[in-house]
């Protein structure tokens, strides 16, 4: 069956210091990924989404970057946090056809400080 | 570009009691989905309900069902029997069927919190 790893749970970072987040995915080949954001007790932004490996669309401009070095692997990065990254980050990967649901990561808070 | 639009910030039901909540979207486009997840208090992300467009019918999952009138553009869903299990966050999504569009991504509106008073 298919799972997907998000890590680490809870994060607090200083301002202007670098963030690493790191999704897999395992039991898909070649999935679709997404990194959203919840603002406290807000609604999901879609920051990026890959449809294949190296392939990154972004779909806000902001301080963060994503990457695709592996099929089932999405990472999220910043060389410098700014307070307004704080929020609650998901990951989740779909087949990206029709009705199928996204699957979500269990998700990090992230706190900038 | 399309968006999603959830008017009830908040939404209080009695135990046992049937809510329904609200949800419109725009779009120009003729081919899409819907969806309804859920996010209790553990921040899990828990598919409802989906509906797709090109279905007069509307959906149902046990307690849920939907009422989707696409022309109108709105999409509510609606909990019969209301458990104080259903108190979460709710999100209202749309996919885009298009076919260079179709990259699989939810566009979700900003979520109405449901309490469930016993």
Same mark, same amino acid.
């Given at each position: ?8 749970? %809870? ?16 039991? %898909? ?18 920051? /990026? ?38 929020? /609650? ?25 | ?13 009695? $135990? ?35 509906? $797709? ?7 149902? $999952? ?57």
């Amino acid at each position: 069956s298919q799972t997907i790893h998000q890590w680490p749970a %809870t994060l607090v970072q200083p301002v202007g210091s670098p963030l690493s987040l790191e999704c897999t995915v395992e039991g %898909t080949s070649n999935p679709n990924l997404y990194w959203y954001r919840q603002a406290a007790g807000r609604g999901l932004q879609l920051l /990026f989404y890959s449809v294949g490996i190296g392939q990154i669309s972004s779909e806000v401009p902001q301080n963060l970057s994503a990457s695709r070095p592996q099929d089932r692997q999405f990472i999220l990065s910043s060389k410098k946090l700014l307070l307004s990254d704080s929020g /609650f980050y998901l990951c989740a990967w779909g087949s990206g056809t029709g009705h199928e649901k996204l699957f979500f990561g269990s998700g990090t808070q992230l706190s900038v400080l | 570009a399309q968006t999603v639009t959830q008017s009830q910030p908040e939404m209080s039901v009695q $135990e046992a009691e049937t809510v329904t909540l609200s949800c419109t979207y725009d779009t120009s486009e003729s081919d899409y989905y819907l969806f309804w997840y859920k996010q209790p208090p553990s921040r899990q992300m828990i598919l409802v309900i989906r509906q $797709e467009a090109y279905k007069q019918q509307n959906a149902t $999952e046990n307690r849920f069902s939907v009422n989707f009138q696409k022309a109108a553009k709105s999409f509510s869903l609606k909990i019969s029997d209301s458990q104080l299990g259903d108190a979460a966050m709710y999100f209202c999504a749309y996919r885009s069927a298009m076919g260079s569009s179709n990259t699989g991504k939810l566009i979700f509106g900003q979520g109405t919190t449901l309490q469930v008073k016993p």
